[in-house]
Structure formats: C-alpha cells, structure tokens
C-alpha cells in the first residue's frame, strides 16, 4: 500500500511537470530558427518557426508571414530568405516573437491554401506557448494577397496586419493572384475595409512598384479610412520598387506599433 501511494505521488509529480512545461520551448531552440512538418489533407509541408531568445511564463506573441511567389517549393527554407525571415535572423537576440513561417508549392495561391496556413499557426502556438490574442499576420507580394485573403476568412483571429506590396484586385497579369474573399464584389476595396475596420493595419507599398501597382494599396488605404477604421495606416516609399518589405520590416516604428495591439474581446 504504501509502496502504490509514493508510486501515485510520482506519476501526479511528472503530469504536474508535463503540464507546466506544455508550450515552453526547448531552451536549446530559443534565438533559432526550427523545422517542423505538418500533414494537411493528407499532404505533408515543411515549415519554419522562429524561436525567441527571451521566453516568458506568459504566452508569448505570435507572426505568421506568408511569403511572396519566388519562396514557393517544398524545402521549408526558401520562405524564411526573403521578407520577415532576413529581418527576424538579423535581430534574433532581441526579436520577441514567435515567427510562424508556412510554405506552398510552386505553381499555388494563398487563397487556396488558407487551410494550410491556419494549420501551421495553430501548432506553432500550441507547441511553443503563443498568444492568441496576440497574434499578427503579414505578408509580402503573393502573401501580401493572402495576408487580406486570410483576416477576412478568419474574422478577429488576428490582432494587427501588415501587408507589402499587395494588391487587393486579381493582378492583370496572373488573375489566380486574387483577395478570393471579396472576388465579384462590385467594390472590392470597400467590401474588404468595411470587414477588417475592427482590425488595426498597416499597409506597406513602393511608389515605383513594377510589379503590383501602388494604386492597389492606396485604394485600400483610402477605403479603410471611408469605413471609418480605427487604426490603418498607409506608408509609401517614394524610392523604392516591388522589394518595399525590405524599408518596411526595418521601420522602427511600425514593430512598436504592432506589440501594442492586442485582440479585442470577441
């Protein structure tokens, strides 16, 4: 009897320690950037996540980036070289977020691949203690598309977006390249801002942009602010072409802007 009591004390001592360290990162992964697979639909993906440096007990913030038409493929590191991931590699000491990074094949769309990308997000949150309500969603070029594309098929789920380079109209050169959330809508970029007005955003886009026209995000700036949105922002670079994620992730201030969001109650 007493032998069974100190052994129910040890098995109550390992699920008490189990549940403590549940979503606390290995100490060995923080500061670096981990692989991991996910099966969606009976299809397996690589994806990246980025582990920070300074983990708390509390739930730490979370981004999910999705990656522009050059980082597709099936390797699960190309997503991480362009965009957020050089930013995050070169500010890992002090970067305080988990960085959530998904990848589609070549030859697809964020907008068909939406289910992935919340697959991926979830895991990442639950296995390294990420906060849902702070969670963030951005995206450059292609994933600037999706960023518009998911907010609006996951109403709230996200506190803060930053899309770069997007363009919100199919592009008249790729018309899968779409917001397939607001496809018909007679108005797409007031169909879009009258949805996420809840929703604080900061758009990003170059002024010489060959590649998606500026006019993309400066309709949907225009619209966001006829919606009477609460907090969007709209940043142009005068100089810069299709690659504005480069100034953008570097603004100082838009990293103290978006740790200040937090999702409202639902």
């Not at 597709?72 to 590699?89: C, E, F, I, N, W």
């Not at 994933?143 to 996200?158: E, I, K, N, S, V």
Request: aromatic fraction near 10%; proline fraction near 8%.
């Amino acid at each position: 009897m007493i032998r069974w009591r100190r052994w129910r004390m040890l098995l109550t001592c390992a699920l008490l320690c189990l549940t403590a360290c549940a979503g606390m990162p290995d100490k060995r992964d923080r500061g670096t950037f981990v692989m991991r697979e996910i099966e969606v639909a009976g299809t397996r993906y690589r994806y990246q996540v980025f582990v920070p440096m300074q983990v708390r007990e509390a739930k730490t913030p979370v981004v999910l980036f999705l990656h522009g038409s050059g980082e597709r493929g099936d390797d699960g590191v190309k997503q991480t070289a362009a965009g957020l991931g050089p930013y995050v590699h070169a500010h890992a000491a002090e970067f305080p977020a988990i960085a959530v990074f998904p990848q589609i094949p070549e030859g697809q769309e964020w907008s068909d691949n939406a289910a992935l990308a919340m697959a991926v997000l979830d895991a990442a949150t639950r296995e390294f203690g990420g906060d849902p309500d702070r969670t963030y969603l951005t995206g450059l070029s292609m994933g600037g598309y999706g960023t518009w594309d998911l907010a609006l098929m996951q109403p709230g789920r996200f506190a803060a977006l930053v899309p770069i380079c997007a363009g919100v109209q199919p592009h008249p050169q790729r018309p899968t390249l779409r917001v397939q959330s607001v496809l018909g809508e007679s108005d797409p970029f007031a169909a879009a801002a009258q949805r996420l007005r809840g929703t604080p955003i900061w758009i990003f886009h170059g002024a010489k942009d060959d590649a998606v026209p500026p006019e993309q995000s400066r309709r949907m700036a225009s619209a966001l602010k006829a919606a009477g949105a609460r907090d969007a922002r709209y940043t142009e670079f005068p100089e810069a072409n299709h690659n504005s994620w480069d100034p953008a992730y570097a603004t100082p201030e838009l990293w103290t802007w978006l740790w200040r969001q937090r999702r409202t109650a639902r």
